[in-house]
T-cell receptor
Framework: DGGITQSPKYLFRKEGQNVTLSCEQNLNHDAMYWYRQDPGQGLRLIYYSQIVNDFQKGDIAEGYSVSREKKESFPLTVTSAQKNPTAFYLC????????????FGSGTRLTVV | AQSVTQPDIHITVSEGASLELRCNYSYGATPYLFWYVQSPGQGLQLLLKYFSGDTLVQGIKGFEAEFKRSQSSFNLRKPSVHWSDAAEYFCAVARGNNDMRFGAGTRLTVKP
């Protein structure tokens, strides 16, 4: 079955380290997204990509970086510049067009130790 | 500017009772509206969506939602809640391609 796979499910990072979260989809969706979820704040958009080799900043891109070298993959790097990285990170994908909803992965919980 | 407001942070209902979760949006053009559900530690699952046509839309798991343009609302309803419906529910509006805005969520607790 098609879907989105995020790995790892849990990730621990020491302060000052960069860490990369994986997101892979086999839905043949053009667009992919990264959201950060904190309690009581809903989902905030970090980055999104509509096509390969192109991506755009969302509302809270500072301290994060992404790449889109393949249609299926959209990894997110949380850099040491991100001051408060502990959160739940969700990857999503969609077909082009506003009438399609998003398909979400099961998330990665990142904790800074 | 806030695009989506979910006024209720937490709602508790008894199993078998009816449910209504509120959602208000602010967007000038015709909105594309969605409801998602999230179980603890999981991603979001699409329940239903509205972008045109009949203002009462049916979704999965027995949920429905009604779009009311005059009230800028898109409330989610279920006639009889099951214990497995306990989760967090998010309303969202698509303001353009790749611009989906989510509400802060409503956590639903179901009492036996």
């Amino acid at each position: 079955d098609g879907g989105i796979t995020q790995s790892p499910k849990y990730l621990f990072r020491k302060e000052g380290q960069n860490v990369t979260l994986s997101c892979e989809q086999n839905l043949n969706h053009d667009a992919m997204y990264w959201y950060r979820q904190d309690p009581g704040q809903g989902l905030r958009l970090i980055y999104y990509s509509q096509i390969v080799n192109d991506f755009q900043k969302g509302d809270i891109a500072e301290g994060y970086s992404v790449s889109r070298e393949k249609k299926e993959s959209f990894p997110l790097t949380v850099t040491s510049a991100q001051k408060n990285p502990t959160a739940f990170y969700l990857c999503a994908s969609s077909k082009r067009g506003m009438d399609y909803g998003y398909t979400f992965g099961s998330g990665t919980r990142l904790t800074v130790v | 500017a806030q695009s989506v407001t979910q006024p209720d942070i937490h709602i508790t209902v008894s199993e078998g009772a009816s449910l209504e979760l509120r959602c208000n949006y602010s967007y000038g053009a015709t909105p594309y509206l969605f409801w998602y559900v999230q179980s603890p530690g999981q991603g979001l699952q699409l329940l239903l969506k509205y972008f045109s046509g009949d203002t009462l839309v049916q979704g999965i798991k027995g949920f429905e939602a009604e779009f009311k343009r005059s009230q800028s609302s898109f409330n989610l309803r279920k006639p009889s809640v099951h214990w497995s419906d306990a989760a967090e529910y998010f309303c969202a509006v698509a303001r353009g391609n790749n611009d989906m805005r989510f509400g802060a969520g409503t956590r639903l607790t179901v009492k036996p």
